[in-house]
């Protein structure tokens, strides 16, 4: 998936709100499939959880309500970014949701300035993390390229250990399979050319960055 090719849904069970936020994102919000769901519900049977976007979410729905349809986002580590509709009445659950990790929140009725505003900085912070997760996979792709062996290997070359001393550490480890620092020194070589990097540093923000 492009990470700027993003889902873009609005979850309200108000007919005319949901129609008129849908049609002006869909005129207003490139590179963005626009999506409306009547309920909670709905949504979450139908809606790609588990991918990027943004989700305009009205707090005060009938079934589940904002909230808890928030909630079961969290629940499933999903990575959209949620944007709440809160009425008047609603204010302080909404300043709640912003604490708990909601990116914002939009009081009823709202100016288009401000919904278009809002929905393209959610947008923007939903590509960061869409793209994170590209680089992700891409690393764990690259990862699995590796044997068990040079998986043991890594961690000790990323920490910059020269070969000799990498060996007594895994022959420690493990007496009955010792190794010797010309078998490291191999090792080590082919892990750059697998992982495609250069240098020790580069190996340890390689593990870093994908939580190796």
Request: proline content about 3%.
């Amino acid at each position: 998936m492009n990470p700027k090719n993003l889902n873009l849904y609005i979850v309200d069970d108000d007919e005319a709100v949901r129609r008129a936020n849908g049609n002006l994102l869909l005129a207003r919000v490139t590179d963005c499939s626009v999506k409306t769901f009547a309920s909670g519900e709905a949504f979450l049977e139908g809606a790609q959880i588990d991918g990027s976007g943004v989700v305009v979410l009205d707090l005060d729905m009938q079934g589940m309500s904002g909230l808890d349809v928030f909630s079961v986002l969290q629940e499933r580590a999903s990575p959209l970014v949620v944007v709440f509709l809160s009425g008047h009445g609603t204010l302080p659950v909404a300043v709640r949701a912003i604490q708990e990790g909601a990116v914002s929140w939009l009081e009823k009725p709202c100016t288009v300035d401000q919904l278009i505003e809002t929905v393209e900085r959610a947008k923007a912070l939903a590509i960061g993390i869409a793209e994170k997760r590209r680089d992700r996979q891409n690393g764990l792709q690259l990862w699995a390229r590796l044997t068990p062996r040079e998986r043991q290997v890594a961690p000790l070359v990323a920490q910059g250990l020269t070969s000799k001393v990498a060996a007594q550490m895994l022959t420690k480890q493990d007496p009955a399979n010792s190794i010797d620092h010309r078998t490291v020194e191999n090792h080590r070589a082919k892990i750059f050319f697998k992982l495609e990097l250069a240098n020790s540093n580069e190996l340890m923000a390689f593990l870093r960055d994908n939580g190796l």
